[in-house]
């Protein structure tokens, strides 16, 4: 089983940036792939970004591309989503998850652990 335990989110301004982070825990860290999602209110969880085990790889919706980065650091168990240049429709509840095939990193139904979630406000 893992555990995951995010933070970094709060109140910001638009154009401003955040770092979230999504500590896991486990030994095997290293051999699955990790996403970020998250939800609005009154909206359903949606694709953030992905990475891959080896962090090789990433991948994004398109509403966050160019201002979103995904990243990981294997031997910290570590997960970040790097968010710069944020609008007020990037406020959401914000997820990661874990993973054990890029094939349909897209795809809610195909992770298996979920954190909490940390909020993230974005004001105008």
């Known amino acids: 089983q893992v555990q995951l335990v995010e933070s970094g989110g709060g109140l910001v301004q638009a154009g401003d940036s955040l770092r979230l982070s999504c500590a896991a825990s486990?030994?095997?860290?290293?051999?699955?792939?990790m996403g970020w999602f998250r939800q609005a209110p009154g909206k359903e969880r949606e694709f953030v970004a992905h990475?891959?085990?080896?962090?090789?790889?990433?991948y994004y919706a398109d509403s966050v591309k160019g201002r979103f980065t995904i990243s990981r650091d294997n031997a910290k168990n570590t997960v970040y989503l790097q968010m710069n240049s944020l609008k007020p429709e990037d406020t959401a509840v914000y997820y990661c998850?874990?993973?054990?095939?890029?094939?349909?990193?897209?795809?809610?139904?195909?992770?298996?652990?979920w954190g909490q979630g940390t909020q993230v406000t974005v004001s105008s």
């Open positions: 998850a874990v993973t054990y095939s890029s094939r349909t990193y897209y795809s809610i139904d195909k992770y298996d652990y």
């Open positions: 486990g030994r095997t860290f290293s051999s699955y792939a």
């Open positions: 990475i891959t085990w080896s962090g090789g790889r990433t």
